[in-house]
């Protein structure tokens, strides 16, 4: 399964989320019946040899009278690299037991822990259906698929657009529903268990699964001729097996902070240390308000956007958002880019665990629950052809920061940089054009 949180943000959504996408564009008559392609080819690199991905994705969009429109999108990608397993970093090189319980890697003394046994190709397909019900009101309805080694997801959504005003007013709500069945390698470990050691897992079950409810309520503004404003609400509520199965917790000395040691029976390979599989609660309910503000100056265009979210986990995040399109003489322009995203640990994060203590009833050290703060500066390129197809090209770079409270780190932790800075590389170049 992948890293989600660092990665597939920057990838092409994973089911036909017709609920967050803003309506489709008016079809004008001329181009009434009439197919159009979307292509993109995305590379995502972050530093330190980590995650590196690269995704193609397809779309086509068939355009009927009467603003009909059917949309199908397929994506493929494959991502590979090291990514970090949630134990500490110490002053002695670490053994630990692959995912698939069949062998062991090592860790750097010094170097916070990666898995480097990191893997995945996901392939994604989703249909898209809209069209006018009435005179003031447009239906949109989807089916999303996507499969990954470890893990299959199936998702439909519906949602339904009412104009007001002159239609200068969109009010729209909508419905999504998606099924994830998860078979991690080498089984599902129970919720704080042990890593054991190469051959033995008596601690894992085959496969799980989850269920995700989404609604959203929204309104699109027309302010003036040059100004459009979009605001959101959205609840999500998921349930089921919401663990990473590849996160553990190192257990650790309660005075000097570092990793209990274990040895492995003669002749048999394992850890070197006592770590636990995380353990998260079996559900969680997010609430999210999104903004969005659309300014025409003249030819330039201005986007701002900001989207602030909460949790039952205890994680707030505030994302915000700006773009400027900028023409280039009459077929192309330059669109900057700069966003900022922040976000609470949650309730049940935990760098480490006491040797000793009592079990807390959840706990996880991936850093994708824990504080952090991001940047993303980016730019873009875009020119139409004479043929009246369109290229772009996009460039951007990422920088992640992430926080430990001082209160959760014990001893020698201290002078160890548990959560190292992530840096990584965005590029991808689209082409559009119709038949």
Same mark, same amino acid.
């Given at each position: 399964?992948?890293d989600d949180n660092n990665v597939s943000a920057t990838l092409a959504a994973a089911t036909c989320a017709l609920l967050g996408a803003s309506a489709?564009? $008016?079809?004008?008559?001329?181009?009434?019946?009439?197919?159009?392609?979307?292509?993109?080819?995305?590379?995502?690199?972050?530093?330190?040899?980590?995650?590196?991905?690269?995704?193609? =994705?397809?779309?086509?969009?068939?355009?009927?009278?009467?603003?009909?429109?059917?949309?199908?999108?397929?994506?493929?990608?494959?991502?590979?690299?090291?990514?970090?397993?949630?134990?500490?970093?110490?002053?002695?090189?670490?053994?630990?037991?692959?995912?698939?319980? #069949?062998?062991?890697?090592? =860790?750097?003394?010094?170097?916070? $822990?990666?898995?480097?046994?990191?893997?995945?190709?996901?392939?994604?397909? *989703?249909?898209?259906?809209?069209?006018?019900?009435?005179?003031?009101?447009?239906?949109?309805?989807?089916?999303g698929f996507s499969t990954e080694y470890d893990y299959t997801h199936l998702g439909a959504n519906v949602s339904l657009a009412r104009d007001f005003?002159?239609? *200068?007013?969109?009010?729209?709500?909508?419905?999504?529903?998606?099924?994830?069945?998860?078979?991690?390698?080498?089984?599902?470990?129970?919720?704080?268990?042990?890593?054991?050691?190469?051959?033995?897992?008596?601690?894992?079950? =085959?496969?799980?699964?989850?269920?995700?409810?989404?609604?959203?309520?929204?309104?699109?503004? %027309?302010?003036?001729?040059?100004?459009?404003?979009?605001?959101?609400?959205?609840?999500?509520?998921?349930?089921?097996?919401?663990?990473?199965?590849?996160?553990?917790?190192? %257990?650790?000395?309660?005075?000097?902070?570092?990793?209990?040691? #274990?040895?492995?029976?003669?002749?048999?390979?394992?850890?070197?240390?006592?770590?636990?599989?995380?353990?998260?609660?079996?559900?969680?309910?997010?609430?999210?308000?999104?903004?969005?503000?659309?300014?025409?100056?003249?030819?330039?265009?201005?986007?701002?956007?900001?989207?602030?979210?909460?949790?039952?986990?205890?994680?707030?995040?505030?994302? =915000?958002?700006?773009?400027?399109?900028?023409?280039?003489?009459?077929?192309?322009?330059?669109?900057?880019?700069?966003?900022?995203?922040?976000?609470?640990?949650?309730?049940?994060?935990? $760098?480490?665990? %006491?040797?000793?203590?009592?079990?807390?009833?959840?706990?996880?050290?991936?850093?994708?629950?824990?504080?952090?703060?991001?940047?993303?500066?980016?730019?873009?390129?875009?020119? #139409?052809?004479?043929?009246?197809?369109?290229?772009?090209?996009?460039?951007?770079?990422?920088?992640?920061?992430?926080?430990?409270?001082?209160?959760?780190?014990?001893?020698?932790?201290?002078?160890?940089?548990? %959560?190292p800075d992530l840096k990584a590389v965005i590029a991808q170049f689209g082409y559009r054009f119709g038949l």
């Amino acid at each position: 399964m992948s890293d989600d949180n660092n990665v597939s943000a920057t990838l092409a959504a994973a089911t036909c989320a017709l609920l967050g996408a803003s309506a489709a564009a $008016p079809v004008m008559a001329e181009e009434a019946e009439r197919w159009s392609f979307d292509t993109a080819l995305l590379y995502y690199g972050e530093s330190d040899d980590r995650v590196q991905d690269v995704s193609a =994705t397809i779309g086509a969009q068939r355009a009927f009278e009467d603003e009909r429109l059917l949309n199908l999108t397929l994506t493929a990608d494959t991502l590979t690299g090291a990514s970090a397993s949630g134990a500490i970093a110490t002053d002695t090189p670490q053994t630990f037991t692959s995912p698939s319980g #069949r062998a062991v890697y090592t =860790t750097p003394a010094g170097k916070a $822990p990666l898995d480097d046994t990191f893997l995945d190709t996901r392939f994604a397909l *989703n249909v898209g259906w809209s069209q006018p019900l009435a005179r003031l009101y447009t239906l949109s309805a989807g089916l999303g698929f996507s499969t990954e080694y470890d893990y299959t997801h199936l998702g439909a959504n519906v949602s339904l657009a009412r104009d007001f005003n002159k239609r *200068n007013t969109t009010v729209t709500a909508g419905l999504a529903y998606s099924e994830d069945d998860i078979d991690p390698v080498g089984g599902a470990p129970l919720p704080l268990s042990q890593m054991l050691d190469v051959g033995d897992q008596s601690n894992k079950r =085959t496969s799980d699964s989850k269920d995700v409810i989404d609604v959203l309520l929204g309104v699109t503004q %027309v302010l003036s001729r040059n100004t459009l404003l979009r605001v959101n609400y959205s609840y999500s509520q998921s349930s089921g097996y919401l663990n990473d199965p590849y996160k553990i917790l190192s %257990v650790v000395d309660g005075v000097t902070g570092d990793a209990i040691l #274990r040895t492995p029976a003669p002749g048999v390979l394992g850890p070197t240390g006592v770590y636990l599989y995380e353990g998260r609660p079996d559900s969680r309910a997010k609430h999210s308000l999104y903004a969005e503000m659309k300014h025409a100056f003249g030819a330039p265009v201005l986007y701002g956007s900001y989207r602030f979210m909460t949790d039952d986990w205890g994680i707030d995040s505030n994302t =915000t958002e700006v773009r400027l399109r900028w023409p280039v003489g009459d077929t192309s322009y330059v669109e900057p880019q700069l966003r900022y995203y922040m976000q609470s640990q949650a309730d049940f994060y935990h $760098p480490s665990l %006491v040797q000793g203590a009592a079990l807390p009833a959840y706990a996880s050290a991936d850093f994708r629950l824990g504080e952090f703060d991001a940047v993303t500066l980016g730019l873009k390129f875009g020119h #139409r052809t004479m043929g009246g197809n369109e290229w772009s090209a996009r460039v951007e770079y990422y920088q992640q920061s992430g926080t430990i409270d001082r209160d959760q780190l014990i001893g020698n932790q201290f002078a160890r940089e548990q %959560v190292p800075d992530l840096k990584a590389v965005i590029a991808q170049f689209g082409y559009r054009f119709g038949l």
